[in-house]
């Protein structure tokens, strides 16, 4: 099965962070970070997940609009993303994005990331240390289980 998975992360890294955990050792992967020079070919994969950092309650919306250019009607599909909370509404718009596609969604996967943004940086930020190896292993596991479907 291949797989594609389209992010941003771009405050600390810690998206790519998980995602990094989920592909490594795996040829199946492919990771395409939508804010650099960007060549995707959806017709060439099995599954595109999309990741993101959580910017204002939503996926950013590079991510939200790669989304809606690309995805493919009836396309199977999967959403990781950190945020410094938690929110069940964090992976709605990009939902949204694509829901005129009628996207099969195998799940979708959230950890706490550090953030040190407006206010919080004057406190040292919130979720420090965030995602750890716990978070990483986590992750793995759900791409594993994912793709053993
Ligand atoms: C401009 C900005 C806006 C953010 N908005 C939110 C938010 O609305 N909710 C939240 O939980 N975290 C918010 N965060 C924190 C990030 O989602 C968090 O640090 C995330 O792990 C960043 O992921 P990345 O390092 O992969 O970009 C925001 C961070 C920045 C820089």
Redesign the pocket.
Known sequence: MKVAIC???????????LLEAMAQGREDVELFDVAGQVDFDPARYDVIGFA???????F?QSVIDFARQHFPVGGKTFFV???????AR?SDAIRAAIADRAPQVLGQFFC???????PFKLVGGI?KG?PNSADLRSARDFFDGLVAR
Do not use: C, L, Q
């Open positions: 992010y941003y992360s771009r405050h600390h890294g810690n998206t790519v962070r993101s950092g959580i910017y204002f309650g939503k950013h993303f950190t945020g410094g909370a938690s929110s964090h706490k990331g550090y953030d040190t943004f407006g979720a965030r």
